[in-house]
Nanobody, 123 residues
Framework: QVQFVESGGGLVQPGGSLRLSCAAS????????MGWYRQAPGKQRELVAG???????NYADSVKGRFTISRDYARNTVYLQMNSLKPEDTAVYYC?????????????????WGQGTRVTVSS
């Protein structure tokens, strides 16, 4: 069974950048469609970025052009580069498996989740 540990969150000013990391253990992330999810206070968890096993990516409209998901096979790690951060990006960010539907990467109903990493965008 694969497990994920997220890191890299913190406090950043609006317009700043952060890079989140998701270290996987137990299985290679290369075989999965992966996603970064986030959950803001009082809101449901949402998928913001996904990457398929073949490297195709997609993004939520709210982060398109600002966030980039990538994968390092050698480190068995998935990254989320976040630029031009906004206060509305404040949330706990999680990585986990996602799934493919047609040409889309969509959320997967995963049974277990890691601790996540908190991102706070504030001046």
């Amino acid at each position: 069974q694969v497990q994920f540990v997220e890191s890299g969150g913190g406090l950043v000013q609006p317009g700043g950048s952060l890079r989140l990391s998701c270290a996987a253990s137990g299985r290679p992330v290369s075989i999965y469609t992966m996603g970064w999810y986030r959950q803001a206070p009082g809101k449901q968890r949402e998928l913001v970025a996904g990457i398929s096993d073949s490297g195709e990516t997609n993004y939520a409209d709210s982060v398109k052009g600002r966030f980039t998901i990538s994968r390092d096979y050698a480190r068995n790690t998935v990254y989320l580069q976040m630029n031009s951060l906004k206060p509305e990006d404040t949330a706990v960010y999680y990585c986990n498996r996602a799934r493919i539907r047609g040409v889309e990467i969509i959320p997967r109903d995963n049974a277990s989740w890691g601790q996540g990493t908190r991102v706070t965008v504030s001046s």
